[in-house]
């Protein structure tokens, strides 16, 4: 069965009180490839901070990887150790603990950690929607289903990576802009990878996914009913990168180096789609053909403030968190 969010976070508090000793003896299922300095220090000396990243490896994080291999968080004393997770059930305890200094989390994941009370905060942009259709995710169903329009979704079973998240309550807000029920869904937790084969199963009435798997899934007659983060707002930033407001307080030179390097980094993969077609090969097992074809979403430093109130909105009217965040502590300084 999968976790719920108030499980998750009720093991996460507990976890709040480890040592960072302790923290960092784990977190380590797999090292990052693409290149960069191996060396470590304390950023003195020509020495580099290491620094411990919790990412997930999906297209959203190229500009991390691709950041790396040029050499931007090098040039700003950092050396990157980064360590792949499954979503936010790894990378926010990771952070609480010490296994991870900074990890990347969708906005909604963050909320709600600072709703049980957690001291998270958002250092950096992560990755924001395309702004445009196609974009990286949708919601798909059969060729031949009778879902025409958002708000044929009431009712019906919709498959999400994750409860409670952002996928439900952009895909809430939606249906509910279309003059659908938002409440009469039925989602059920199933990974992106394997989401296609619960539609094609009729296991879903629909399925929301992101790339690469939604090319696939459209490219074999799925038809997308709404691209969620652009209908619910086209400047949607839906994840970033955060880490305890104590490394804030107590490491801001570290801090301050890897918002450097990553609005660095965000920026150059905005400019560079190829380079982040190339990189994304060298952490995922996605293969070329694949990759040319994915819909890429867009990376710029700036959090859009209205966008973000806008989902913390929706969040709190459909019961993922119970009080609004409040932004100025939750969002870096801009």
């Known amino acids: 069965m999968p976790r719920t969010l108030g499980t998750l976070f009720t093991t996460v508090l507990a976890a709040a009180s480890l040592t960072l000793a302790a923290g960092c003896g784990s977190g380590s299922a797999s090292s990052d490839k693409p290149g960069g300095s191996s060396s470590t220090g304390s950023g003195g000396g020509g020495k580099l901070t290491e620094v411990k990243v919790g990412v997930i490896p999906i297209v959203d994080t190229a500009p ?61 942009n ?52 279309d003059g659908g029920d938002p409440k009469a869904m039925k989602f059920v937790e199933v990974a992106f990878p394997d989401a296609p084969a619960a539609l094609e199963r009729k296991q879903v009435d629909a399925a929301w996914i992101l790339e690469p798997f939604l090319s696939a899934a459209v490219a074999k007659g799925a038809r997308v009913v709404t691209y969620n983060y652009v209908d619910f707002d086209p400047k949607l930033d839906i994840a970033g990168y955060f880490t305890k407001k104590e490394t804030i307080d107590k490491d801001s030179t570290m801090v301050e180096a890897f918002q450097r390097a990553m609005n660095k980094s965000l920026q150059y993969a905005n400019e560079h789609p190829d380079e982040v077609r190339a990189i994304v090969g060298t952490y995922t097992k996605i293969g070329a053909a694949d990759r040319a074809k994915m819909a890429l979403p867009s990376w710029h430093a700036d959090f859009d403030r209205a966008a973000f109130e806008k989902l913390a909105a929706a969040a709190k009217a459909f019961g993922t968190i119970k009080n609004a965040p409040n932004l100025d502590t939750l969002l870096p300084k801009q």
Do not use: C, H, Y
Not at 90 to 102: E, K, L, M, N, Q
Not at 140 to 146: F, G, Q, R
Not at 152 to 159: E, I, M, N
Not at 161 to 167: T, V
């Open 64 to 124: 991390l990887w691709l950041g790396k291999e040029k050499g931007f968080f090098k040039d700003a004393g950092l050396d990157l150790a980064i360590t792949t997770t499954t979503g936010g059930a790894a990378a926010v305890p990771g952070v609480v603990s010490g296994s991870f200094d900074i990890a990347f989390g969708n906005s909604v994941s963050v909320m709600v950690a600072a709703d049980k009370g957690l001291p998270l905060q958002f250092i950096s």
């Open 126 to 177: 992560g990755v924001s929607t395309s702004g445009k259709k196609p974009d990286f995710g949708a919601v798909v169903v059969p060729k031949d289903s009778a879902i025409k329009s958002p708000k044929d979704l009431a009712g019906k079973t919709v498959s999400v990576n994750n409860l409670n998240n952002i996928g439900d309550t952009t895909i809430r807000q939606v249906v509910a802009n």
